[in-house]
């Protein structure tokens, strides 16, 4: 097995993609504990480099899927709209938790949230590590995530929790992480989400994956989608190439959206429209896990009022109506600052906080 992955990475390392049938072989040695962690980071690595193909990533992430545990989800939870809200990672910007914000609000505003996550690869803190320093469980067993989720609107899917495979692959991971090398996994995140989400709201760290993973979510069911990457303009050529896997609220924003049964669309849009305050991607930078969890409380008790919360309405406003709870974006805008400003959203993380 370790000459078969290294026969995969040198196909690679000539730019030649891979079969579905090779990406099956490939998953397979990644999972083999046998199989050292610096083949499986070269692995990695050399797919990264080469680029990973719409074919590649949605073979990855159907044959990951089949090895993952689905929750016992009820008939009644799953034929509601259920929603995830995700950023890759990969950005290295270190902006606080966007993502982990978004989807208290989102579900606080009435939305079924299944979010998936994991605890920091290549920022100071993941979605996971801020979930657990707010008091939320990150450990829910398959029942009681799918009892969360009817019940309460919303579960935290731990995808080591999830996905056993991943046990013998996160140490290549970290591997290619301390050596600033991004992986598949950076982008397969959002699409492993084991609770089978039908609406999603993903951000990308570059703009040339916004089309790529739109077709990706496409192809493996999602009835909505919208995946986004907002650029870093803090108004100086400089900042030129800095990107988020966010909307963004410092320049342009790429989008790819589309519905399971149409064409879907790409475009850009602006902040200029939303009353949003003149910022820095400074403004936005996060910190370890209890300062990102103290800037999440700030955010929906309304006592952070600057341009995080900025971030975090347009965000939300995306996600709302991606999720059919907001006829736009611009109304979805409204309904997320009414949300936070009710107290709904401090009081749904409250009760989030609480023992089922």
């Known amino acids: 097995m370790p000459g078969m992955i290294e026969s995969l990475t040198e196909q690679l390392r000539a730019a030649q993609a891979l079969s579905r049938d090779q990406v099956r072989e490939a998953i397979s040695a990644l999972t083999e504990e046998r199989v050292s962690v610096d083949l499986k980071a070269d692995f990695l690595a050399a797919l990264a480099v080469k680029g990973e193909t719409v074919e590649e990533i949605a073979a990855f992430a159907r044959e990951l899927r089949e090895r993952s545990i689905p929750p016992p989800l009820d008939a009644e939870t799953r034929a509601r709209e259920i929603l995830d809200v995700c950023g890759t990672g990969g950005d290295r910007q270190n902006t606080f938790n966007i993502s982990t914000a ?25 979605s996971a590590d801020v979930m657990e320093a707010l008091g939320l469980r990150i450990d829910l067993e398959p029942a009681e995530a799918a009892r969360s989720l009817r019940e309460r609107g919303f579960a935290f899917f731990f995808a080591p929790k999830y996905h056993p495979a991943f046990k013998h692959i996160g140490p290549a991971r970290k591997l290619c992480a301390e050596r600033g090398q991004r992986t598949i996994f950076n982008v397969l995140g959002p699409v492993l989400n084991p609770a089978r989400p039908s609406a999603q709201l993903v951000g990308v760290p570059g703009p040339q994956l916004c089309v790529p993973i739109a077709r990706v979510l496409q192809s493996l069911g999602v009835r909505r989608g919208m995946v986004v990457c907002g650029a870093v303009s803090d108004g100086a050529p400089a900042r030129d190439g800095v990107f988020l896997d966010e909307l963004s609220t410092l320049g342009e924003t790429t989008v790819a959206e589309f519905y399971q049964d149409r064409a879907f669309a790409a475009s850009t849009m602006g902040a200029e429209n939303f009353p949003v305050q003149r910022a ?3 403004d936005l930078r996060g910190g370890d896990r209890e300062a990102s969890a103290a800037t999440v409380r700030a955010l929906l008790d309304g006592r952070e009022r600057g341009p995080k919360r900025d971030a975090v309405l347009l965000n939300t406003a995306a996600a709302l109506f991606v999720a059919g709870r907001a006829p736009s974006i611009s109304e979805g805008w409204e309904l997320a600052a009414k949300v936070i400003d009710s107290g709904a959203a401090s009081a749904k993380l409250a009760e989030l906080a609480q023992p089922m």
């Open 102 to 126: 978004v989807a208290l609000v989102a579900a606080a505003a009435g939305v079924t949230v299944a979010k998936h996550g994991n605890r920091a690869i290549t920022s100071h803190s993941g």
């Open 280 to 282: 820095t991607l400074a």
